[in-house]
């Protein structure tokens, strides 16, 4: 199946790390708080365990957001699940576990919470974490994806190339988006690579002309991490069609 490129067709605004900076990042924690608020889209990050099965992190290494040492692969998912993610944070989240991924979306999926899976490899681990959150993630949505319900499909978005290769020959019927931190010069072909339908990037390099050339292109367009509502704004202004925001406080999910 061919993915094309297409408008943006998911919520404006996504709860950063699954639920900003109001709660431990990437955790159900985050997730309650976002709702709270009446959030019901997220972004969150997925990297493998050490026996293959994936959790939701952002680091590839425990001792900023997870109470331990050494690094997330030296882990089975079991034994991460059993850590502490939540302490670093405030004491009242002590104990607050690393949430594996599929209990995670399936949380997600059952409370209508449109999920952006970022696939975050641990370093070497591209082509197994993009294949493994792929297969898992179409399996979730083999009903919606059949029933061509596209826009309650989670997006998958990666700054590996590999891992976005790996998830469209292993599940090409979800759509991927490329994350680029800045547009390269060849953005287009990389995009079309792996038949990516957005593209995500730092909205601190993205230009009013740059957002022009995405959206004439065909591609959505997001933009991490907007916490300012003056420049969340200014970037809807240039085309910009979605951007995740850490301060879910400032940004309420029907902002315009
Ligand atoms: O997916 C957008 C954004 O989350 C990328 O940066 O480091 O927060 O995962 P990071
Ligand atoms: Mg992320």
């Known amino acids: 199946m061919t993915t094309l490129p297409g408008s943006w067709r998911y919520p404006r605004v996504l709860a950063h790390r699954g639920g900003g900076v109001l709660a431990p990042e990437n955790t159900l924690a985050g997730l309650r ?3 709270r608020r009446g959030y019901r889209a997220i972004e969150y990050d997925i990297m493998l365990a050490r026996d293959g099965v994936p959790v939701v992190m952002h680091d590839p290494y425990l001792g900023r957001t997870v109470l331990g040492t050494g690094n997330v692969f030296d882990y089975d998912a079991i034994e991460l699940a059993a850590m502490d993610a939540g ?7 002590e104990g607050e576990p690393v949430p594996l991924f599929v209990e995670f979306a399936q949380f997600c ?8 899976m970022e696939i975050k490899p641990a370093p070497g681990y591209d082509i197994e974490t993009g294949g493994t959150v792929a297969r898992i993630a179409a399996a979730l949505f083999a009903d919606e994806i059949a029933a061509g319900d596209m826009a309650a499909v989670p997006l998958l978005s990666s700054f590996s190339h ?3 290769a790996s998830a469209r020959e292993v599940a090409p019927e979800v759509p991927r988006a490329c ?8 953005w287009e072909r990389r995009a079309q690579s792996v038949e990516a339908i957005a593209i995500h990037t730092n909205h601190k390099h993205l230009t009013p002309a740059l957002a022009r050339e995405v959206r004439a292109a065909g591609y959505g367009l997001f933009c ?11 970037l809807l202004s240039w085309g910009v069609e979605a951007f995740c925001t850490d301060r879910i406080d400032l940004i309420k999910p029907d902002f315009a």
Do not use: Q
């Not at 991490?225 to 969340?232: E, H, I, K, L, S």
């Open 33 to 35: 708080e976002g709702m």
């Open 87 to 93: 302490s670093w944070f405030a004491r009242e989240h």
């Open 109 to 116: 999926k059952a409370h209508g919470i449109w999920m952006n």
């Open 162 to 164: 590999l891992a976005l």
């Open 179 to 186: 994350l680029m931190s800045e547009l390269a010069p060849d």
């Open 224 to 234: 991490y991490t907007v916490n300012d509502p003056v420049r969340a704004r200014e």
